[in-house]
């Protein structure tokens, strides 16, 4: 496994000369930088400022894309006027979506930052348009919410689907040689492709019915909690 990076909570950690993370300490976002512009990956739960603190990293047009909608990762949205998202996230119960313009992001889409091109890759299951972006060049593969180790991957209440995860992550599993290492919104960080591979074990045992769970509360919901050890799943109580 790769190594993981030390985090530094509430300001920018350097990942390489174009290419930071930002960590609130339960969700974090990503700038990343080309030769013509940048672009801001998400921008936080309890940040407000997000294009400010990017604009400390660089004096390039920032744009931004949301990997999903969820509420966690659009606490900076209304600070811009247009946003990149796949067209699935607007159809989201919760998430504010407080940028003017949405530009569609469908699977295969390549946003070109100048000398970098990040393609979206659709992982449906967490969220209906969870989107992950594949740097090309670097095959860093910047991955949202749905895959994770030793964290917690919600798909309790409206609208998300295990049997769409599962499809997802077995569809990029065929893709695995393009990627080099995996950096989630959540838990540890970087992780490496061999994640993906146990994910989909893990989700299809609990699938088969063959975990254990538990039961616990989030938001005042009853659910079902399933430690497939890579990481656990929290779903409905059905």
Same mark, same amino acid.
């Given at each position: ?108 889409? =390549? ?5 970098? @091109? !990040?393609? &979206?890759? %659709? ?7 969870? #989107? ?58 970087? =992780? ?5 591979? @146990? !994910?989909? &074990?893990? %989700? ?7 975990? #254990? ?26």
């Amino acid at each position: 496994m790769g190594d993981r990076m030390e985090l530094k909570i509430g300001q920018w950690t350097t990942i390489d000369e174009r290419a930071w993370c930002y960590d609130e300490g339960g969700v974090r976002f990503f700038l990343l930088a080309g030769s013509e512009r940048a672009l801001l990956l998400d921008s936080g739960m309890r940040t407000r400022n997000a294009r400010n603190l990017a604009e400390e990293l660089t004096d390039l047009p920032i744009a931004l894309f949301n990997t999903h909608c969820d509420i966690d990762h659009v606490g900076s949205n209304a600070q811009f006027d247009e946003v990149w998202v796949s067209p699935m996230e607007l159809v989201h119960p919760t998430a504010p979506h407080e940028a003017r313009v949405a530009h569609p992001v469908w699977d295969g889409d =390549v946003i070109d930052l100048g000398d970098r @091109e !990040l393609e &979206a890759i %659709a992982l449906p299951g967490h969220t209906p348009g969870s #989107t992950a972006l594949l740097d090309r060049r670097s095959g860093m593969l910047f991955a949202g919410d749905p895959i994770q180790r030793d964290g917690r991957i919600f798909m309790f209440g409206p609208m998300r689907s295990m049997a769409a995860y599962i499809h997802s992550l077995r569809r990029l599993s065929q893709r695995v040689g393009e990627i080099t290492s995996i950096w989630p919104c959540h838990a540890t960080c970087p =992780v490496d492709v061999e994640t993906i591979g @146990e !994910l989909i &074990a893990g %989700a299809e045992a609990v699938e088969r019915g063959e975990v #254990t769970c538990s039961m616990t509360e989030m938001h005042g919901t009853p659910i079902r909690e399933y430690d497939v050890g890579t990481s656990t799943f929290l779903c409905d109580d059905e």
